[in-house]
């Protein structure tokens, strides 16, 4: 079984960055579609960005578009997600999701991934 693992997440100030980092053992995330989404208390889940498995297409939400940037370092088996000038309403739990069928553009729904990581915190103070 796929298991995934968040870390990089914490506290920032308004227009901070952060690099969130999602690793995997015995299983290659280049195989896999990969999607980080985030979950505020009281809303549901939201996909953020994610990467396909054929081509590395990427593709991100209204909300994060100019200041996200989702990469893989393959060599490090590693998907990252870059955030940059952070707002408050970026507040969340963050989560990476693996979806296992080839896909030449990735999904931005939750029904779409099969495996979850337990997620990391950020929060963005004004």
């Known amino acids: 079984q796929l298991q995934l693992v968040e870390s990089g997440g914490g506290l920032v100030r308004l227009g901070g960055s952060l690099r969130l980092s999602c690793t995997a053992s015995?299983?290659?995330?280049?195989?896999?579609?990969i999607g980080w989404f985030r979950q505020a208390p009281g809303k549901e889940r939201e996909g953020v960005s994610c990467?396909?498995?054929?081509?590395?297409?990427?593709n991100y939400a209204d909300s994060v578009k100019g200041r996200f940037t989702i990469s893989r370092d393959n060599a490090k088996n590693t998907v990252y997600l870059q955030m940059n000038n952070l707002k408050p309403e970026d507040t969340a739990v963050y989560y990476c999701?693996?979806?296992?069928?080839?896909?030449?553009?990735?999904?931005?729904?939750?029904?779409?991934?099969?495996?979850w990581g337990q997620g990391t915190q950020v929060t963005v103070s004004s």
């Open positions: 999701a693996a979806d296992e069928r080839p896909r030449f553009e990735a999904r931005l729904s939750v029904g779409s991934y099969d495996f």
């Open positions: 015995k299983f290659n995330l280049d195989d896999f579609n």
């Open positions: 990467i396909s498995t054929v081509g590395s297409n990427t």
